[in-house]
T-cell receptor, first 114, second 111 residues
Framework: DAGITQSPRHKVTETGTPVTLRCHQT?????MYWYRQDPGHGLRLIHY???????DKGEVSDGYSVSRSKTEDFLLTLESATSSQTSVYFC?????????????FGPGTRLTVT | GNSVTQMEGPVTLSEEAFLTINCTYT??????LFWYVQYPGEGLQLLLK?????DKGSNKGFEATYRKETTSFHLEKGSVQVSDSAVYFC??????????FGEGTQLTVNP
């Protein structure tokens, strides 16, 4: 258990509203990631962070922003939610020394945008 | 760019059958390769990994061998159980601390 929690676990929101998802880790790992999971697409990287205030874009970053003001928290914000952002969102951390590819995942947040 | 291609699912097997899920990849450099498993309603769990050519990763009866000559990392298990029913993802990591995932293969094992 890598000590990753996500909140909320489920959320229904309306188009055009802002939404923030939270990922929290208990072990001070440097790398954190946000993915979305959609049928037929596997997991796609939205944004990732390699330290406090250090973030970078993934392959599907449009419409999303992130912040990391503390090592343990990584926030994903949808500034103005759209129906195409209905998805399951997973946070992950990297725990491997010298191997940041070995990632461990949180339980996910199911977001529905109506 | 990097990409991972998995065999299309879903795959349905009877208990104790042999399992193969094919995975091929395209990558620059020398990637590390992974299989992840996702049980219903849960996040992904690392199942096994291999970091260089000819390495064999194994865990819980599952195995996969890193074949550089065929750019493949096929997942196998000799005798599946109902509890193995899940979605399996192949993934690769090269540089930049990022993983590239395949689309996932749904496995259902019937008693």
């Amino acid at each position: 258990d890598a000590g990753i929690t996500q909140s909320p676990r489920h959320k229904v929101t309306e188009t055009g509203t802002p939404v923030t998802l939270r990922c929290h880790q208990t072990e001070n790992h440097r790398y954190m990631y946000w993915y979305r999971q959609d049928p037929g697409h596997g997991l796609r990287l939205i944004h990732y962070s390699y330290g406090v205030k250090d973030t970078d874009k993934g392959e599907v970053s449009d419409g999303y922003s992130v912040s990391r003001s503390k090592t343990e928290d990584f926030l994903l914000t949808l500034e103005s939610a759209t129906s195409s952002q209905t998805s399951v969102y997973f946070c992950a951390i990297s725990v491997g020394t010298g191997s940041p590819y070995e990632q461990y995942f949180g339980p996910g947040t199911r977001l529905t945008v109506t | 760019g990097n990409s991972v291609t998995q065999m299309e699912g879903p795959v349905t097997l009877s208990e104790e059958a042999f399992l193969t899920i094919n995975c091929t990849y395209t990558a620059t450099g020398y990637p590390s390769l992974f299989w992840y498993v996702q049980y219903p309603g849960e996040g992904l769990q690392l199942l096994l990994k291999a970091t260089k050519a000819d390495d064999k990763g194994s865990n819980k009866g599952f195995e996969a061998t890193y074949r550089k000559e065929t750019t493949s990392f096929h997942l196998e298990k000799g005798s599946v159980q109902v509890s193995d029913s899940a979605v399996y993802f192949c993934a690769l990591g090269t540089s930049g601390s990022r993983l590239t995932f395949g689309e996932g293969t749904q496995l259902t094992v019937n008693p």
